[in-house]
């Protein structure tokens, strides 16, 4: 499918479009302890916050299928699954429910979000069913969460050896037996001609710790800290996208990045085709407490400089609640609303 580009027949990335770059980590050195590919995974973690990660063998041609069952059913069959709007983000999410902006203009893509819990605890239901063509791959959908997962939690161990923190501090706000907000999303964009105020997604960071995304095409772009300037990531064959998200960021009181991104519709010639992209999230459990992770000496030094204004007691579950609602256009009652559901670094003239 068209998604993976195992025709080939997708046009390249422009050449003459500016993109920013990224550091490319190799994960089969990660795990077998190469100390300078731990370097540049730290420095990617402390700058940007972005990375490209190599050698990570997940397979993701079953996902692409399976998003592509998905985005074929009717439009009145997919909003039997749809999301809603309390904050639960589990489910389906139809183009133009969300706000990009607090000015009310809409997003242009649909995706589906497969809870982790769901899939791990199949056949029992955890938070929800989905369509029955993603039942019928659910095997497909736990090995893709199983596999990224993985990653994200060996990630997650090689970051609290670099801020002094016992592994298990991290451990423990990630349980795996605990529910939390993590999951899969498939995306789907069309092509579409629009405006400078319109975006695919609009400029936001993410609301969990760590991001794995996969995509053939452009599209997502990075505030390059520091300017009011965004640029292009370009995606590479056979590499991964990750990225810190707001916890991360929080528990390491701001020593780890996380950036401002969006997504606009591809560049040149690739802007004719349709934008897959899948990622998955991981968050913390839903009890968690997002505050900085003081037992660590860095952390607690970073943190008296570094006021992130989260809090008291905000969890997991309340954090990621309150920017899934306050996101969503049926909630909207003027640009305070879009405001409210904005993380570490919102920027309110950013789009």
């Not at 019928?136 to 609290?160: G, K, P, V, W, Y």
Request: charged share 25%; proline share 7%; net charge neutral.
């Amino acid at each position: 499918m068209a998604a993976n580009d195992v025709s080939g027949k997708l046009p390249p990335f422009p050449d003459d479009v500016p993109t920013h770059p990224l550091l490319v980590i190799d994960y089969e050195k990660l795990k077998s302890g190469d100390e300078a590919e731990q370097t540049t995974l730290w420095k990617a973690c402390t700058t940007l916050g972005f990375f490209y990660l190599k050698n990570h063998g997940v397979d993701a041609q079953p996902m692409w299928e399976m998003g592509e069952a998905t985005m074929a059913l009717p439009l009145e069959e997919k909003m039997k699954f749809e999301q809603g709007d309390s904050g639960n983000s589990f489910g389906y999410k139809a183009a133009g429910a969300n706000n990009t902006d607090e000015y009310g203009n809409l997003d242009t893509v649909e995706f589906l979000n497969v809870s982790k819990d769901d899939a791990l605890a199949r056949p029992a239901k955890v938070h929800r069913l989905y369509p029955q063509c993603v039942e019928d791959r659910m095997s497909a959908i736990r090995t893709f969460i199983e596999t990224s997962d993985n990653i994200n939690r060996t990630i997650l161990d090689l970051i609290s050896d670099r801020l002094n923190l016992p592994r298990e501090v991290l451990r423990n706000k990630h349980r795996l037996t605990e529910q939390s907000p993590s999951e899969s999303r498939i995306i789907r964009n069309p092509p579409r001609n629009m405006t400078k105020e319109e975006v695919a997604i609009g400029a936001h960071t993410d609301f969990g710790s760590l991001s794995f995304l996969h995509n053939i095409l452009g599209g997502l772009q990075v505030l390059v800290p520091g300017t009011n300037s965004w640029q292009y990531v370009k995606p590479l064959p056979g590499h991964a996208i990750c990225n810190i998200g707001d916890s991360l960021a929080i528990y390491s009181g701001g020593v780890l990045r996380s950036n401002l991104h969006r997504v606009i519709p591809p560049p040149g010639e690739q802007g004719r085709f349709v934008r897959w992209s899948l990622v998955y999230f991981l968050r913390p459990a839903m009890s968690s407490v997002l505050a900085p992770l003081t037992e660590s000496p860095i952390v607690m030094e970073a943190a008296s400089r570094n006021k992130m204004d989260v809090g008291d007691n905000v969890t997991a579950k309340d954090w990621f609640t309150r920017r899934i609602r306050n996101q969503r256009v049926a909630n909207r009652t003027g640009p305070e609303t879009w405001r409210a559901s904005r993380g570490t670094e919102h920027v309110p003239t950013a789009a």
